[in-house]
């Protein structure tokens, strides 16, 4: 089982995607993993044989822990190389096509239901349980031969019984990784006002011109296309510390390009999907990574490469949101972006007074990685961007 993130600790295996007996090629993925904060396609690392299970679906696991052995050379543990005509090579053919014709004439549903202890319940309810730690065996499912349903696993979760309540798993990942911000990363807020007509008139026009069919142009997605122009600008924040400062070794990791995280909220924590290589595309490429992943993390399916290689994050409330709020760095990021609520205020400007769409922008940034003046030349220089009136489409 491989870390993925920082405080990755426990996971719950979901399923195979390959059998014993089965041939594996090296990066073609191997199973199915449920960690607190997403479920992942886990790759194989080697190519091979799978040749025997260790650990099975709903059973969990721990970062480091064996779930398979793979035959790469015909070494396997317990498996002695042998020709095909003698009788260990026999037997070997044997083990290995039984479990594969076993699984061909049985369904992957009916398995499930009649594996002892299990109880009968939808993949969905499963998976929603197993964030919020709901125990199945409470509930009395409303579906076909008591199978728990969605919606059994979403009435518990909304009717909590009295008295201390357990974290579920994907608060208790939010809650070591913000314990990990704050208490190892020096952190300082950098703020700026920023007027958004221009954003807005230019949003409105390209909103137009925008094919039947095509995904919304949101404002985040110009916010993500303006860090990233910002990025190229003040390239020195595009980095993450690595090491012990207290270290000769400690350094700074320079990205290789945009890849920025989007905060997301999900049903009992957040989620930070990132979107890799953002100075290469327009607002319309933009608009359609953002829809699919934004998707994703609702679902609970990132893959692994969608939750890392971010050097700085955006979290924006919405309309709904306050005037102003700062937001701690998700590590090992370097900076993230809160963004207020967009508001009408009176502003002073060409020598009158006038009314402007103004929002709040907190920067909040990793001190080892920038000091305060880098982080006020990119504020500025995203300042710059949002203001304008230049904004690729494509």
Not at 65 to 88: E, F, K, Q
């Amino acid at each position: 089982i491989p870390k993925v993130g920082l405080v990755m600790e426990n996971a719950r295996l979901v399923r195979w995607l390959k059998n014993v007996g089965d041939l594996v090629s090296q990066g073609e993925p191997l199973l199915e993993l449920e960690t607190e904060k997403a479920t992942l396609e886990i790759e194989s690392a080697e190519s091979g044989r799978l040749v025997e299970i260790l650990l099975h679906a709903d059973q969990p696991a721990r970062v480091g822990d064996r779930v398979a052995w793979l035959d790469t050379d015909g070494m396997s543990p317990g498996i002695t190389p042998a020709g095909p005509s003698t009788p260990a090579g026999a037997a070997l053919r044997a083990a290995l096509a039984a479990p594969v014709r076993e699984q061909a004439h049985t369904p992957r549903r009916e398995r499930a239901e009649r594996a002892p202890g299990r109880i009968r319940s939808s993949p969905a309810a499963r998976r929603l349980a197993a964030q919020h730690d709901v125990d199945l065996r409470q509930l009395a499912g409303t579906g076909p031969h008591g199978r728990v349903q969605l919606s059994d696993v979403r009435q518990a979760i909304a009717t909590p019984p009295a008295g201390p309540q357990p974290l579920s798993r994907m608060r208790r990942a939010l809650a070591r990784s913000m314990t990990l911000s704050s208490t190892t990363i020096p952190q300082f807020v950098v703020e700026r006002a920023v007027d958004w007509t221009a954003l807005q008139a230019r949003r409105a026009q390209l909103t137009a011109q925008r094919p039947a069919g095509a995904p919304r142009l949101s404002v985040n997605d110009f916010l993500l296309q303006a860090i990233a122009r910002a990025l190229l600008a003040c390239p020195a924040l595009n980095s993450t510390f690595a090491g012990d400062a207290d270290s000769p070794a400690a350094h700074l990791l320079r990205a290789d390009g945009a890849h920025i995280g989007l905060v997301v909220a999900v049903d009992d924590g957040l989620l930070v999907p990132v979107l890799h290589g953002v100075e290469r595309l327009g607002l319309s490429e933009i608009a359609r990574r953002r829809s699919e992943i934004v998707a994703l993390a609702l679902q609970g399916k990132l893959r692994r490469e969608e939750l890392e290689g971010a050097t700085i994050s955006l979290s924006n409330l919405g309309a709904q949101g306050p005037d102003r709020f700062t937001a701690l760095i998700n590590p090992p990021q370097a900076a993230i972006l809160a963004v207020g609520r967009q508001r009408q205020c009176v502003v002073a400007g060409d020598d009158r007074i006038q009314v402007r769409p103004m929002a709040q922008l907190t920067l909040t940034v990793d001190h080892r990685v920038a000091d305060g003046r880098l982080a006020a030349d990119f504020l500025a220089s995203l300042a710059a961007i949002i203001e304008g009136d230049v904004w690729p489409l494509d």
